[in-house]
T-cell receptor
C-alpha cells in the first residue's frame, strides 16, 4: 500500500480561483515533507519543504500546511493562473538512515481554465 | 532552465539495441539518482549514487546498468530492453543529507519498439 495518498486525483479550476490539494501519509518516523510541481514533459520542481516542527510554509501563491499529529498536509494555490496547470506531487522522506529514498504520492493533476 | 541536464530528450530504440542516457550537473552535488516514471504515475527510484559509489539499487533488472564516472556525470546504459521499459527516465541530484532537495532534470522520453 502506498504510504503517501493524495486527493483529489485531478481537478479543474477557473483562472483566478483558489484550490487546496490534500496529502495523507503513513511514513513513520518522518523526516520532512515536500511538495513538487511537475509540468507536462518536465522534471519535478520543489515548491516547499516542511519538517516535523513546521506548520506552514509559503512560496509566492503556494502555501503548504502540515499537521504531523494527523499526518496530513495540504497545498493551497491562491489566485490560480494558467501556468499553474501541472501535476502536484507530495513527497515524504522517512528515516534518516534512508536519506536517499523518498515516498512519492501519485500526484494531483490540476487544470486551470480561462 | 533546469540545472540538471539530461540527454537525449527523446530516444527510440529496438529491443536488441544498446544505448546510454546521460545526466550532468555542476552544482557540486555528491548524490545523484535515476528514476523511472510511467504516464500519470509518480517517479520510481531506480539507483542512488553517493560520492560516486552506488548506494541504492532498487532491484532493477540488469538490462539497466548505471555508471557514475565522476561527481558531475551519471549515465544509464541500456541493453536488451523490453517494451514495458518505455517511460520517462529522470535524473536528479542533491547534496548528501536528509533535508536536501533533489533537483530533477527534464528527463529522457524512452520508447522501445
Amino acid at each position: 500500500k502506498n504510504q503517501v495518498e493524495q486527493s483529489p486525483q485531478s481537478l479543474i479550476i477557473l483562472e483566478g480561483k483558489n484550490c487546496t490539494l490534500q496529502c495523507n501519509y503513513t511514513v513513520s518516523p518522518f523526516s520532512n515533507l515536500r511538495w513538487y510541481k511537475q509540468d507536462t514533459g518536465r522534471g519535478p520542481v520543489s515548491l516547499t519543504i516542511m519538517t516535523f516542527s513546521e506548520n506552514t510554509k509559503s512560496n509566492g501563491r503556494y502555501t503548504a500546511t502540515l499537521d504531523a499529529d494527523t499526518k496530513q498536509s495540504s497545498l493551497h494555490i491562491t489566485a490560480s493562473q494558467l501556468s499553474d496547470s501541472a501535476s502536484y506531487i507530495c513527497v515524504v522522506r522517512g528515516p534518516t538512515d534512508s536519506w536517499g529514498k523518498l515516498q512519492f504520492g501519485a500526484g494531483t493533476q490540476v487544470v486551470v481554465t480561462p | 532552465d533546469t540545472e540538471v541536464t539530461q540527454t537525449p530528450k527523446h530516444l527510440v530504440m529496438g529491443m536488441t539495441n544498446k544505448k546510454s542516457l546521460k545526466c550532468e550537473q555542476h552544482m557540486g552535488h555528491r548524490a545523484m539518482y535515476w528514476y523511472k516514471q510511467k504516464a500519470k504515475k509518480p517517479p520510481e527510484l531506480m539507483f542512488v549514487y553517493s560520492y560516486e559509489k552506488l548506494s541504492i539499487n532498487e532491484s532493477v533488472p540488469s538490462r539497466f546498468s548505471p555508471e557514475c564516472p565522476n561527481s558531475s556525470l551519471l549515465n544509464l546504459h541500456l541493453h536488451a530492453l523490453q517494451p514495458e521499459d518505455s517511460a520517462l527516465y529522470l535524473c536528479a541530484s542533491s547534496q548528501v543529507g536528509s533535508n536536501q532537495p533533489q533537483h530533477f532534470g527534464d528527463g529522457t522520453r524512452l520508447s522501445i519498439l
